[in-house]
T-cell receptor, first 111, second 113 residues
Framework: GEDVEQSLFLSVREGDSSVINCTYT??????LYWYKQEPGAGLQLLTY?????DMKQDQRLTVLLNKKDKHLSLRIADTQTGDSAIYFC???????????FGAGTRLAVHP | DVKVTQSSRYLVKRTGEKVFLECVQD?????MFWYRQDPGLGLRLIYF???????EKGDIPEGYSVSREKKERFSLILESASTNQTSMYLC????????????FGPGTRLTVL
């Protein structure tokens, strides 16, 4: 069935790189997304990747897509305390553009 | 600047009450969505709408209904609130084209006593 899985928690030291991993199930998904949720706020789109791409880079963010393994990752370089948030992976399904979200990875950045 | 607003940030209701959660978007988007967010479960889709007066059940529609009388407004209704409906409720909208980005409101934290 439809399922997006990601680990629930990641802790990194300030200045290190963070890598958040996600696996999804629908190989026909055209887009895959990373959303960020800061405390007390709604979700905000961080980045997305089209399914015919292997990699997308945007400043400190790098998204890697392995379609064969249905694996998506988000790398944040030089992680800062402001990056502390919950990160959701999502895939798109169906004609009405439904998003299926993972449970979210809580990133904690410590000095 | 795109905007999705929700009528309340925090709401406290009693078991059995009828609850209305309102969501408004100013982007002329076709699609609107209601999710609930619970720790460890991520976001689960309750209902969505792809046009005025049209609605589709999501993954967990039981105990909820929706209304979309105008394009910009999508309401979530709890006919008889129960304690297991205590949650964070998030509304979103999308254009339905391009990268299909969904824009989210700030959320309503509902507590049912």
């Amino acid at each position: 069935g439809e399922d997006v899985e990601q680990s629930l928690f990641l802790s990194v030291r300030e200045g290190d790189s963070s890598v958040i991993n996600c696996t999804y199930t629908d190989s026909s998904s055209t887009y895959l997304y990373w959303y960020k949720q800061e405390p007390g706020a709604g979700l905000q789109l961080l980045t997305y990747i089209f399914s015919n791409m292997d990699m997308k880079q945007d400043q400190r963010l790098t998204v890697l897509l392995n379609k064969k393994d249905k694996h998506l990752s988000l790398r944040i370089a030089d992680t800062q305390t402001g990056d502390s948030a919950i990160y959701f992976c999502a895939e798109i399904l169906g004609g009405y553009n439904k998003l299926i979200f993972g449970a979210g990875t809580r990133l904690a950045v410590h000095p | 600047d795109v905007k999705v607003t929700q009528s309340s940030r925090y709401l406290v209701k009693r078991t059995g009450e009828k609850v209305f959660l309102e969501c408004v978007q100013d982007m002329d988007h076709e699609n609107m969505f209601w999710y609930r967010q619970d720790p460890g479960l991520g976001l689960r889709l309750i209902y969505f709408s792809y046009d005025v007066k049209m609605k589709e059940k999501g993954d967990i529609p039981e105990g909820y209904s929706v209304s979309r009388e105008k394009k910009e407004r999508f309401s979530l209704i709890l006919e008889s609130a129960s304690t297991n409906q205590t949650s964070m409720y998030l509304c979103a909208s999308s254009l339905g084209q391009g990268n299909n980005e969904q824009f989210f409101g700030p959320g309503t934290r509902l507590t049912v006593l």
